[in-house]
């Protein structure tokens, strides 16, 4: 099958196998990808808005059992600067939050041994308790796997628990590259490829927004980049009939600065300006079943993040107030609310503030 036709049956919204992503991501042009996945993005979201948001990133712990080669942010039990955010911490920040007009916490951390599921209840309920509109984008299948394992309980269990002490959608974390080959260099401690997409298919049934990443450009091979992509449209294919699924996907390149990955086995960051734009195409290209695609801004910087909006992406994401993982690693992207809607705008396109579910509700920011 020649590239023609493979344009053509991807514009059907015909899912393409393995074999033709791997010949589009090898072969084709990236202003013909750019071409095509524009199109598409007309098609998932006719006219000219572009997503963006405010939230803020607030680590629960940084201690983590799991240790994965590519972050700097991790301690191991007992560190020296080893911490457990306190409520008095989440109040300052969440206070802060709200001063610049935004309403969500992203929450992660690592996989800390000495916190079980009672603690991550008692920590939602107080904080819905002080903030009843705050929303809460927390944790991600590792941790919930993780959780599960502890606490001898199903995925479905431990995400109805968490749903009803006050988680509002799960992110995507930990998806890394769904390849276990992959997954034992990066991150061996963490959930199987198998495991994290159970995770999601349980918080799909359970009718929890969800997102789906992949951090890429490190040990994996072009043709697991592909598959990842493959297995996330398989399983939103899966989801009930009008619940959200996977509501957006976000790729991000891997920040090599002073990583396991790079100092203990020479691996560097394999990123670069155009493959970003090409990975944001064959995105759009192969996800045809879900609607969102997000450019990492924040590791990309104003100028590939711009293009990506030509490539088919429709959202940059959120200034994100506060950033602790992938800064550790070399990111020093970071924007205001007005540097953000200046950049859309500047690109060609219109801002549109929106929260978690990707639905418009606030007026511009100032």
Known sequence: MNLEELYEKALKLIPLDVDEGATLYESAPVEELMFVANKLRQVHNPGNITGWMIDRNVNITNVCFSQCSFCNFC????????????????????????????????????????????????????????????????????????????????????????????LDSLPGAGAEILSDRVRKIVSPGKASTDEWLAVMREAHKLNLPTSATMMYGHVETVRERIEHLIRLRDLQTEKPENHFGFITFIPWPFQDEGTVLLKEHGVRSSYNGPDYIRMIAISRILLNNIRNIQASILTVGKEIGMLSLHAGANDLGSIMIEENVVSAAGSNNRFTAIEMQSIIKEAGFIPGRRNQKYEAFYPPAP
């Open 75 to 166: 301690r191991k039990k007992g560190s020296d600067d080893a911490y457990v955010t306190s409520l008095d911490d989440y109040k300052r920040k969440v206070d802060e939050l709200y001063l610049l007009g935004g309403d969500q916490l992203l929450l992660q951390g690592g996989m800390n041994p000495g916190l079980d599921l009672n603690f991550y209840l008692d920590l939602f309920r107080n904080l819905k308790k002080l903030y009843p509109a705050l929303k809460l984008h927390a944790l991600g299948p590792p941790e919930v796997v993780y959780l599960s394992k502890k606490e001898h309980m199903q995925y479905s269990e431990v995400l109805s628990l968490l749903i009803n002490a006050g």
